[in-house]
C-alpha cells in the first residue's frame, strides 16, 4: 500500500491545500465534488497540481507536515 501527499489548488495561482492519503484518486474525487465540508469545499480547491508516493504512513506525514510550513514562493 501506498501513501501519498498531494497539492491540489483552486486554479492557477490561486489557493492551494496539502495533504495525505492513502487512495489518492479516492481522495481527489472527494475534493472535485465537494463531499467534505471545510478548507478545500470552501475556497474551491479541486484541481490536483502535484503528488508523491510513500512507502510508510509515517514518511508520508512527514513529508506533509514539513511541506506544510513552507511559503508559497
Excluded at 492519503?21 to 471545510?38: F, K, N
Aim: with cysteine; hydrophobic share 40%.
Amino acid at each position: 500500500m501506498a501513501f501519498y501527499v498531494c497539492i491540489l489548488a483552486s486554479r492557477r495561482n490561486g489557493t492551494l491545500y496539502i495533504g495525505m492519503t492513502d487512495s489518492l484518486i479516492r481522495r481527489v474525487q472527494e475534493h472535485r465534488e465537494g463531499l467534505r465540508p471545510g478548507f478545500t469545499s470552501r475556497y474551491g480547491v479541486k484541481m490536483l497540481v502535484w503528488h508523491k508516493a510513500f512507502d510508510t504512513r509515517e514518511e508520508a506525514f512527514t513529508v506533509e507536515r514539513r511541506m506544510k510550513v513552507w511559503r508559497r514562493r
